[in-house]
Protein backbone atom coordinates (compact mmCIF):
# COMPACT_ATOMS: atom_id res chain seq x y z
CA UNK A 1 0.00 0.00 0.00
CA UNK A 2 3.02 2.18 0.59
CA UNK A 3 4.14 1.68 -2.15
CA UNK A 4 1.41 2.24 -4.50
CA UNK A 5 0.94 5.55 -2.40
CA UNK A 6 4.45 6.88 -3.57
CA UNK A 7 3.69 6.02 -7.42
CA UNK A 8 0.18 6.92 -6.90
CA UNK A 9 1.76 10.52 -5.31
CA UNK A 10 4.55 10.74 -8.41
CA UNK A 11 2.31 9.82 -10.93
CA UNK A 12 -0.19 13.37 -9.89
CA UNK A 13 3.08 15.35 -9.49
CA UNK A 14 4.01 14.90 -12.93
CA UNK A 15 0.78 15.33 -14.16
CA UNK A 16 0.31 18.43 -12.93
CA UNK A 17 3.81 19.71 -13.60
CA UNK A 18 3.15 18.73 -17.54
CA UNK A 19 -0.59 19.92 -17.51
CA UNK A 20 0.91 23.70 -16.30
CA UNK A 21 3.64 23.53 -18.54
CA UNK A 22 1.04 22.68 -21.42
CA UNK A 23 -1.19 25.83 -20.15
CA UNK A 24 1.96 28.21 -20.30
CA UNK A 25 2.99 27.04 -23.15
CA UNK A 26 -1.16 28.02 -24.57
CA UNK A 27 -1.01 31.08 -22.87
CA UNK A 28 2.36 32.57 -24.09
CA UNK A 29 1.64 31.62 -27.60
CA UNK A 30 -1.98 33.27 -27.01
CA UNK A 31 0.24 35.98 -25.99
CA UNK A 32 2.61 36.18 -28.36
CA UNK A 33 0.24 36.10 -31.12
CA UNK A 34 1.56 40.00 -32.72
CA UNK A 35 -1.97 39.81 -35.16
CA UNK A 36 -4.80 39.03 -32.73
CA UNK A 37 -2.98 40.85 -29.54
CA UNK A 38 -2.17 43.94 -31.78
CA UNK A 39 -6.04 44.20 -33.23
CA UNK A 40 -7.25 43.78 -29.28
CA UNK A 41 -5.20 46.89 -28.19
CA UNK A 42 -6.01 48.70 -31.20
CA UNK A 43 -9.41 48.13 -30.10
CA UNK A 44 -11.98 50.84 -28.94
CA UNK A 45 -13.47 48.87 -26.58
CA UNK A 46 -10.22 47.52 -24.87
CA UNK A 47 -8.91 51.08 -24.63
CA UNK A 48 -9.68 52.95 -20.90
CA UNK A 49 -8.77 56.18 -22.26
CA UNK A 50 -12.50 55.77 -23.86
CA UNK A 51 -14.08 55.45 -20.73
CA UNK A 52 -11.93 56.93 -18.17
CA UNK A 53 -9.97 60.56 -17.96
CA UNK A 54 -6.25 59.82 -18.16
CA UNK A 55 -5.60 60.69 -14.50
CA UNK A 56 -7.78 58.06 -13.65
CA UNK A 57 -6.36 55.10 -16.06
CA UNK A 58 -2.95 56.63 -14.13
CA UNK A 59 -4.97 55.82 -10.89
CA UNK A 60 -6.54 52.50 -11.99
CA UNK A 61 -2.91 50.83 -13.54
CA UNK A 62 -1.90 52.31 -9.89
CA UNK A 63 -4.91 50.17 -8.24
CA UNK A 64 -4.26 46.56 -10.30
CA UNK A 65 -1.23 46.13 -8.22
CA UNK A 66 -2.91 46.25 -4.72
CA UNK A 67 -6.02 43.93 -6.35
CA UNK A 68 -3.09 41.48 -7.47
CA UNK A 69 -1.84 41.72 -4.19
CA UNK A 70 -5.69 40.92 -2.60
CA UNK A 71 -6.45 38.11 -4.81
CA UNK A 72 -2.93 36.78 -4.25
CA UNK A 73 -3.70 36.82 -0.48
CA UNK A 74 -7.61 35.19 -0.74
CA UNK A 75 -6.26 32.08 -2.36
CA UNK A 76 -3.89 31.66 0.02
CA UNK A 77 -6.39 31.64 2.91
CA UNK A 78 -8.51 29.16 0.62
CA UNK A 79 -5.69 27.11 0.55
CA UNK A 80 -4.45 27.53 4.48
CA UNK A 81 -7.88 26.44 5.67
CA UNK A 82 -10.94 24.68 4.82
CA UNK A 83 -14.13 26.69 3.32
CA UNK A 84 -16.17 24.61 1.94
CA UNK A 85 -17.45 26.70 -1.00
CA UNK A 86 -17.28 27.21 -4.64
CA UNK A 87 -13.59 25.21 -4.80
CA UNK A 88 -13.74 24.64 -8.15
CA UNK A 89 -13.60 28.27 -9.19
CA UNK A 90 -10.94 28.35 -6.04
CA UNK A 91 -8.78 26.04 -7.70
CA UNK A 92 -9.22 27.71 -11.18
CA UNK A 93 -8.94 30.93 -9.54
CA UNK A 94 -5.16 29.76 -8.55
CA UNK A 95 -4.17 28.18 -11.92
CA UNK A 96 -4.83 31.89 -13.69
CA UNK A 97 -3.52 33.60 -11.10
CA UNK A 98 -0.45 31.24 -11.34
CA UNK A 99 -0.23 31.34 -15.10
CA UNK A 100 -0.62 35.26 -15.05
CA UNK A 101 2.59 35.40 -12.46
CA UNK A 102 4.47 32.84 -14.78
CA UNK A 103 4.30 34.78 -17.64
CA UNK A 104 4.98 38.08 -16.33
CA UNK A 105 8.19 36.72 -14.67
CA UNK A 106 11.87 36.06 -16.00
CA UNK A 107 12.77 32.74 -16.05
CA UNK A 108 16.84 33.01 -16.61
CA UNK A 109 18.42 32.66 -13.58
CA UNK A 110 18.14 29.53 -11.00
CA UNK A 111 16.29 31.64 -9.07
CA UNK A 112 13.97 32.12 -11.34
CA UNK A 113 13.49 28.58 -12.15
CA UNK A 114 12.89 27.45 -8.30
CA UNK A 115 10.09 30.51 -8.30
CA UNK A 116 8.62 29.35 -11.36
CA UNK A 117 8.22 25.52 -9.76
CA UNK A 118 6.38 27.10 -6.33
CA UNK A 119 4.14 28.65 -8.49
CA UNK A 120 2.75 25.23 -10.05
CA UNK A 121 -0.29 24.73 -8.62
CA UNK A 122 -0.38 20.95 -7.64
CA UNK A 123 -3.00 21.30 -5.58
CA UNK A 124 -5.43 22.74 -7.10
CA UNK A 125 -4.83 21.25 -10.66
CA UNK A 126 -4.93 17.38 -8.94
CA UNK A 127 -8.38 18.70 -6.96
CA UNK A 128 -9.63 19.19 -10.02
CA UNK A 129 -8.61 16.04 -11.71
CA UNK A 130 -8.43 13.66 -8.91
CA UNK A 131 -10.33 14.99 -5.80
CA UNK A 132 -8.76 15.15 -2.80
CA UNK A 133 -4.97 14.23 -2.76
CA UNK A 134 -2.10 13.69 -0.60
CA UNK A 135 -0.60 16.23 -3.37
CA UNK A 136 -2.25 18.85 -1.67
CA UNK A 137 0.46 18.91 1.00
CA UNK A 138 2.50 20.63 -1.72
CA UNK A 139 0.27 23.75 -1.58
CA UNK A 140 2.34 24.94 1.43
CA UNK A 141 5.18 25.58 -1.21
CA UNK A 142 2.90 27.18 -3.33
CA UNK A 143 2.02 29.31 -0.95
CA UNK A 144 5.73 30.68 0.12
CA UNK A 145 5.84 31.53 -3.55
CA UNK A 146 2.72 33.18 -3.26
CA UNK A 147 4.21 35.51 -0.12
CA UNK A 148 7.33 35.94 -2.61
CA UNK A 149 5.32 37.43 -5.59
CA UNK A 150 3.20 39.61 -2.90
CA UNK A 151 6.65 41.55 -2.03
CA UNK A 152 7.38 42.19 -5.67
CA UNK A 153 3.95 43.49 -7.02
CA UNK A 154 4.11 45.86 -3.53
CA UNK A 155 7.66 47.01 -5.10
CA UNK A 156 6.31 47.35 -8.37
CA UNK A 157 3.10 49.48 -7.04
CA UNK A 158 5.73 51.50 -5.45
CA UNK A 159 8.18 52.09 -8.70
CA UNK A 160 4.73 52.98 -10.15
CA UNK A 161 3.74 55.50 -7.96
CA UNK A 162 6.94 57.42 -7.90
CA UNK A 163 7.58 57.32 -11.46
CA UNK A 164 4.36 58.95 -12.54
CA UNK A 165 4.50 61.35 -9.65
CA UNK A 166 1.12 59.43 -7.91
CA UNK A 167 0.05 60.19 -4.71
CA UNK A 168 0.18 57.09 -2.06
CA UNK A 169 -2.66 57.71 -0.41
CA UNK A 170 -4.93 54.85 -2.12
CA UNK A 171 -2.33 52.64 0.05
CA UNK A 172 -4.53 53.93 2.83
CA UNK A 173 -7.38 52.84 1.51
CA UNK A 174 -5.98 49.59 0.36
CA UNK A 175 -5.15 48.65 4.24
CA UNK A 176 -8.66 49.62 5.42
CA UNK A 177 -10.04 47.20 2.90
CA UNK A 178 -7.53 44.44 3.78
CA UNK A 179 -7.98 44.82 7.87
CA UNK A 180 -11.31 44.58 7.57
CA UNK A 181 -11.32 41.87 5.25
CA UNK A 182 -9.27 40.10 7.60
CA UNK A 183 -11.55 41.40 10.56
CA UNK A 184 -14.61 40.35 8.85
CA UNK A 185 -12.81 36.60 8.45
CA UNK A 186 -12.43 36.46 12.13
CA UNK A 187 -15.12 38.08 13.83
CA UNK A 188 -18.05 36.89 11.41
CA UNK A 189 -16.81 33.22 11.27
CA UNK A 190 -17.45 34.15 7.29
CA UNK A 191 -15.49 32.73 4.15
CA UNK A 192 -12.82 35.12 2.32
CA UNK A 193 -15.33 35.42 -0.42
CA UNK A 194 -17.98 36.32 1.87
CA UNK A 195 -16.11 38.64 3.99
CA UNK A 196 -14.50 40.85 0.72
CA UNK A 197 -18.40 40.42 -0.57
CA UNK A 198 -19.44 42.37 2.84
CA UNK A 199 -16.72 44.52 3.26
CA UNK A 200 -17.03 45.81 -0.33
CA UNK A 201 -20.95 46.44 0.27
CA UNK A 202 -20.56 48.02 3.17
CA UNK A 203 -17.67 50.39 1.66
CA UNK A 204 -20.10 51.18 -1.39
CA UNK A 205 -23.10 51.80 1.22
CA UNK A 206 -25.20 49.13 -0.21
CA UNK A 207 -25.15 46.78 2.71
CA UNK A 208 -23.20 44.19 5.06
CA UNK A 209 -24.76 40.93 3.91
CA UNK A 210 -22.59 38.69 1.53
CA UNK A 211 -25.08 39.12 -2.03
CA UNK A 212 -25.25 36.07 -4.04
CA UNK A 213 -26.60 32.39 -2.77
CA UNK A 214 -23.03 30.88 -4.46
CA UNK A 215 -19.37 32.09 -5.29
CA UNK A 216 -20.51 32.96 -8.59
CA UNK A 217 -23.06 35.57 -7.63
CA UNK A 218 -20.42 36.70 -4.96
CA UNK A 219 -18.23 37.91 -7.55
CA UNK A 220 -20.98 39.57 -9.48
CA UNK A 221 -21.69 41.36 -6.18
CA UNK A 222 -18.22 42.49 -5.99
CA UNK A 223 -17.79 43.53 -9.91
CA UNK A 224 -21.25 45.45 -9.57
CA UNK A 225 -20.26 47.35 -6.18
CA UNK A 226 -17.07 48.37 -7.78
CA UNK A 227 -17.66 48.83 -10.72
CA UNK A 228 -20.60 51.36 -10.02
CA UNK A 229 -18.49 53.16 -7.22
CA UNK A 230 -15.42 53.63 -9.88
CA UNK A 231 -18.09 55.13 -12.59
CA UNK A 232 -19.39 57.19 -10.08
CA UNK A 233 -16.26 58.86 -9.13
CA UNK A 234 -15.69 58.83 -12.97
CA UNK A 235 -18.40 60.68 -13.06
CA UNK A 236 -18.45 63.50 -10.21
CA UNK A 237 -14.85 63.96 -11.68
CA UNK A 238 -16.15 64.88 -15.12
CA UNK A 239 -18.95 66.86 -13.83
CA UNK A 240 -16.61 69.22 -11.87
CA UNK A 241 -14.12 69.57 -14.51
CA UNK A 242 -16.53 70.12 -16.62
CA UNK A 243 -18.14 73.18 -14.57
CA UNK A 244 -14.19 74.30 -13.86
CA UNK A 245 -13.59 74.37 -17.59
CA UNK A 246 -16.65 76.64 -18.43
CA UNK A 247 -15.89 78.69 -15.50
CA UNK A 248 -12.58 79.50 -16.83
CA UNK A 249 -13.59 79.62 -20.61
CA UNK A 250 -15.95 82.39 -19.25
CA UNK A 251 -13.71 84.06 -17.00
CA UNK A 252 -10.91 83.93 -20.19
CA UNK A 253 -14.27 85.39 -22.21
CA UNK A 254 -14.48 88.32 -20.03
CA UNK A 255 -11.14 89.29 -20.27
CA UNK A 256 -10.63 89.13 -23.43
CA UNK A 257 -13.28 90.98 -24.37
CA UNK A 258 -11.75 93.69 -21.90
CA UNK A 259 -8.52 93.33 -24.04
CA UNK A 260 -10.10 93.75 -27.37
CA UNK A 261 -12.28 97.27 -25.30
CA UNK A 262 -8.71 98.41 -24.25
CA UNK A 263 -7.30 98.57 -27.86
CA UNK A 264 -10.28 99.46 -29.48
CA UNK A 265 -9.92 102.95 -26.95
CA UNK A 266 -6.23 103.34 -27.54
Same mark, same amino acid.
Request: glycine share 4%.
Given at each position: ???E??F???FQ @??V?I???A???Y?????V??D??I?R?K !?S? #?SN?Q???P??E??L?????????I??I?M?CL???F???E?FYF?????I???L???L?????SL?????L??????????GL???????VL /???TH??GY /?Y??????????DYTEN???? @??I???????????L??ILV?N????DS @????S !????? !????A?????????N? /??L????FI???V?T?? #?A?S @??N??V?R???EI?????K??EK?
Amino acid at each position: MGAEWIFVSIFQ @ILVAIGIFAALSYIAKYIVNKDRLIDRFK !NSR #LSNPQEYFPSEEVFLLKQVFYLIVILVIIMVCLYLSFDWNEGFYFIYLLDIVLSLYLALKMDKDSLKDKVLLFLLIPFGSITGLLFGDSIVVL /LDLTHIIGY /LYFIKVYFRKFIDYTENNELG @ITIILLFAIILVSFLFTILVENVSPMDS @ITMVS !NAFTS !NSFDASGQNIIGKLNS /LVLAWSGFILSGVGTAT #LAAS @IVNRHVSREFAEIKDVVKKKKEKE
